[in-house]
């Protein structure tokens, strides 16, 4: 109930290709999904976040699709750059007595050159 | 304004010694959020606390570890006896108020336990 299930593991993109990385949840409850980048040694920096409201949210070349019934949402990253090389979260989290964000288990994006 | 901030970035500790993990908050905000993660591994919640309260530590193993945010100073994890399994990279987080809001992280404390 409280998973995030993130996919694939692992990713290799063409520099300018579509980066595509999915996550599924099943708690219905969950009302914020928030989408993390993590680049080796540092935390993890929020990168955009969604609402269950809206069905898609985008900022420049990264975008969150949302489908509530599916409860599926994926992040979209566009024209993919050698420097968008790093570890991606998705995350979940409800606002109901109390704040606390539940983490997929990451994707490793590798943009080549 | 100074992000959150943990220290030791890197700490080495014996198998049955002690781990004291501290996390200065960004200034206003009064929620704290501690996260383990392992190698290759996504990020596990361990434990919410604001000012003097836990307030949800379900992620908490049942023995040797704590956690406290005391009204003055930062928030410390502490975890008694290490065993090897407690190698990893903790990261606290904190935020200005609860649900929807941008937890900030701090750069995290990386155990190892020898």
């Known amino acids: 109930q409280q998973q995030v299930k993130q996919s694939p593991q692992s990713l290799i993109v063409q520099k300018g290709g579509i980066s595509i990385i999915n996550c599924a949840y099943e708690?219905?409850?969950?009302?914020?999904f928030p989408w993390y980048q993590q680049f080796p040694g540092k935390g993890p920096a929020l990168l955009i976040a969604?609402?269950?409201?809206?069905s898609e949210k985008k900022e420049g070349r990264f975008t969150i699709s949302f489908n509530k019934s599916a409860k599926q949402f994926s992040l979209h990253i566009m024209d993919s750059q050698p420097g968008d090389s790093a570890t991606y979260f998705c995350?979940?989290?409800?606002?109901?007595?109390?704040?606390?964000?539940?983490f997929g288990a990451g994707t490793r994006l590798f943009v080549k050159a | 304004n100074a992000g959150v901030m943990q220290n030791p970035r890197h700490l080495v500790r014996r198998r049955g010694q002690e781990a004291r993990l501290r996390c200065s908050p960004m200034?206003?905000?009064?929620?704290v959020y501690w996260y383990r993660q392992l190698p290759e591994e996504g990020l596990k919640f361990m434990v919410y606390?604001?000012?003097?309260?836990?307030?949800?530590e379900s992620g908490m193993p049942k023995e040797r570890f704590s956690a406290e945010f005391p009204k003055e100073g930062p928030s410390i994890l502490r975890i008694q006896q290490v065993v090897r399994g407690d190698s990893a990279a903790y990261f606290c987080?904190?935020?200005?108020?609860?649900?929807?809001?941008?937890?900030?992280f701090g750069q995290g404390t990386r155990l190892t336990v020898v």
């Open positions: 969604i609402r269950p409201d809206v």
């Open positions: 606390l604001q000012k003097e309260n836990i307030i949800d």
């Open positions: 200034k206003g905000h009064s929620h």
């Open positions: 987080a904190s935020s200005p108020t609860t649900g929807n809001t941008e937890a900030f």
């Open positions: 995350a979940a989290s409800m606002n109901t007595g109390g704040f606390k964000t539940i």
């Open positions: 708690n219905t409850a969950f009302d914020y």
